[in-house]
Nanobody, 123 residues
Framework: QVKLVESGGGLVQTGGSLRLACYAS????????MAWYRQAPGKERELVAR???????NYADSVKGRFTISGDRASNTVYLQMNNLEPEDTAVYYC?????????????????WGQGTQVTVSS
């Protein structure tokens, strides 16, 4: 059974830093995409950062220049270094992994989510 486990969340003051980590277990494959999403109270879940198997990185405009995503595809791990944190970054952060493959003649995707880790930034 594939499981994504996040760690590294916590309480930090404005301007502080946190590093989130996500480890996948139960996999016999490498994810094609790994990402971090977040969901603040009363808001929809949103993409924070994404890294692909080709090492392409994408960031939400609100975190560009402050957050850095990195990872190791062989071990299915992904990190999110968060610097200069702001109260608006307060949310539950979720790890995401997508595996893509061609089965027969059809492309298929399998998506997995972690349980989430709370990040709270105090003003």
């Amino acid at each position: 059974q594939v499981k994504l486990v996040e760690s590294g969340g916590g309480l930090v003051q404005t301007g502080g830093s946190l590093r989130l980590a996500c480890y996948a277990s139960g996999t016999t494959f490498s994810f094609n995409v790994m990402a971090w999403y977040r969901q603040a109270p009363g808001k929809e879940r949103e993409l924070v950062a994404r890294i692909s198997s080709s090492r392409t990185r994408n960031y939400a405009d609100s975190v560009k220049g402050r957050f850095t995503i990195s990872g190791d595809r062989a071990s299915n791990t992904v990190y999110l270094q968060m610097n200069n944190l702001e109260p608006e970054d307060t949310a539950v952060y979720y790890c995401f992994g997508r595996r893509s493959a061609v089965v027969g003649e059809r492309a298929q995707n399998w998506e997995y989510w972690g349980q989430g880790t709370q990040v709270t930034v105090s003003s």
